[in-house]
């Protein structure tokens, strides 16, 4: 049985870094089955959500990624990649009930593959936008 990540109910605000979960481009992840919900993002200057998973083995696909009822604002101006939630690598994706609000990024969120991603009832103000792609750009691991 896999245990879940959950943070309910927290503040995260002035700050560099929000949560990162990332791994390398081992096909690795470092959280299972990731839960966000009722949460405040407030002036979080990079990595507000990164939760990614490298490689290409369809086997170690990553796991599960939740984001719900939760507030965005002011958020990502050091974005290098220019994506406020990045999910490289996950494709069990859900982001609904959520505002964003004035996050100067071009993306919320890329999404990859539209089967086992979905986003609704989001509100975007000033934010960019969410978009799903059905194919992942690969990398050259070698």
Not at 28 to 40: F, G, L
Not at 42 to 51: H, L
Not at 102 to 109: I, M, Q, W
């Amino acid at each position: 049985m896999q245990t879940p990540s959950i943070s309910k109910k927290t503040t995260i605000k002035n700050c560099q870094n929000g949560i990162e979960l990332a791994a390398e481009d081992k096909g690795d992840y470092n959280a299972e089955m990731v839960s966000i919900d009722q949460c405040i993002f407030e002036n979080v200057q990079s990595n507000v959500i990164n939760f990614y998973r490298g490689g290409y083995d369809e086997s170690t696909i990553g796991r599960p990624l939740s984001v719900t009822n939760s507030t965005f604002t002011d958020s990502g101006k050091n974005e290098k990649i220019d994506i406020l939630i990045k999910t490289r690598g996950i494709i069990n994706v859900t982001i609904k009930n959520n505002t964003f609000k004035n996050n100067p990024v071009e993306l919320v969120a890329l999404l990859w593959g539209e089967k086992n991603n979905h986003h609704l009832d989001n509100t975007l103000i000033n934010s960019g936008k969410i978009r799903v792609e059905e194919q992942q750009k690969l990398k050259i691991l070698y």
